[in-house]
């Protein structure tokens, strides 16, 4: 009995999108099976995992003393490896439960998107970090390429398709011609810089701290990259800097769109980039096929006719964006190829 045929029957499959914001994990024959967020809550003395997901994430910014709840992933990479390994082994452990017993006999054949600029250094990492968690094999793929398998781009033609996937902590730009990456960028943008200018546009402002979460609310009620709705406003609740008391500002679309276009111009540099580096061939497929969007960041209001403005190109959102690039890895499992046996 081979051993190829020995880890078919017993082993598990899971593909996963690691990422700076979300975790996600596809279980092969099964789907999606947990899309949670990227942080970890412990205790400080101890370093106890007390929660992890959606949970530590109710508690940024709200702990007591004893407690810390940590984002153990930065721009795409492992920030903190101990708590990227405590994250990973839970997540992992949470998807074999969806399995067959007898896929469990073995250690499960873990798939791995990682950003396509990363280190070898950063690559072990996650390797390490993954088998530390309890996985067996351990396979990478680089994200553009799972994102475009996700989306359904052909990417096994020889001709160019464009992806842009922009992450929690990274950006994501890549042509992909014959199954392979002709020409890429990868930018450490994402998500969390667009939250950050969303934080120092309300210190400089209003003289007003605000934390992660809300952050992000505002930026997914009146974040745009384009004047699409520019006569929203929220009401937003935060610290005053000056008294330290609970202060309310009412914020609107323009101002925040003005804050968000330093990180938008880092995204349109990388794509002119990966444009320009292309081969004249593969650049004149993408006037019919164009550029599609895929991850979070997809699904910033206006990004996409503010892409085909700067660029000429057509430009498409994906219809299940932050779905990507873990659905990517879910068709790259049934490649029996990728494994070493």
């Not at 899971?14 to 967020?37: H, M, W, Y």
């Not at 990227?38 to 400080?44: C, H, L, M, N, P």
């Not at 842009?164 to 943008?189: C, H, P």
């Not at 667009?194 to 400089?204: F, P, R």
Request: glycine share 10%.
């Amino acid at each position: 009995m081979s051993t190829q045929f020995l880890a078919r029957m017993f082993s598990a499959y899971i593909g996963i999108d690691l990422g700076t914001a979300n975790c996600l994990v596809f279980v092969k024959d099964q789907g999606v099976v947990l899309n949670e967020p990227s942080v970890v809550a412990i205790k400080v003395n101890t370093h106890e995992v007390r929660a992890v997901g959606s949970e530590a994430k109710e508690m940024l910014g709200k702990t007591p003393e004893n407690l810390m709840a940590i984002r153990p992933m930065k721009d795409g990479v492992i920030g903190n490896y101990e708590v990227t390994e405590d994250m990973l082994r839970h997540f992992i452990q949470r998807a074999i439960r969806t399995v067959p017993w007898f896929k469990r006999i073995l250690r499960p054949r873990v798939l791995i998107a990682v950003p396509s600029g990363i280190t070898e250094v950063e690559r072990r990492a996650v390797m390490d970090s993954a088998k530390h968690a309890g996985a067996g094999e351990v396979v990478l793929v680089e994200e553009p390429m799972a994102a475009a398998v996700g989306v359904g781009l052909p990417v096994a033609e020889a001709a160019g398709s464009m992806i842009v996937d922009i992450g929690g902590g990274t950006t994501e730009v890549a042509v992909i011609s014959l199954s392979g990456i002709a020409n890429a960028k990868s930018v450490r943008v994402g998500g969390d810089i667009l939250d950050q200018h969303i934080i120092q546009h309300l210190k400089k402002e209003y003289n007003m701290q605000i934390g992660e979460l809300t952050a992000e609310q505002v930026k997914i009620t009146l974040g745009s990259a384009y004047p699409v709705k520019d006569d929203v406003c929220m009401d937003v609740k935060g610290l005053n800097m000056i008294d330290r008391i609970p202060k309310v500002v009412k914020v609107n679309a323009a101002e925040i769109r003005k804050a968000l276009q330093p990180p938008i111009s880092n995204i349109l540099e990388a794509v002119r980039a990966t444009l320009d580096g292309c081969k004249p061939d593969l650049a004149a497929d993408l006037i019919d096929r164009g550029i599609m969007l895929a991850g979070g960041g997809a699904k910033l209001a206006g990004l996409d006719k503010l892409l085909t403005e700067e660029t000429g190109l057509p430009v498409f959102v994906s219809e299940e964006p932050l779905n990507a690039v873990v659905n990517g890895t879910g068709v790259m499992l049934q490649e029996n190829s990728i494994w070493s046996a």
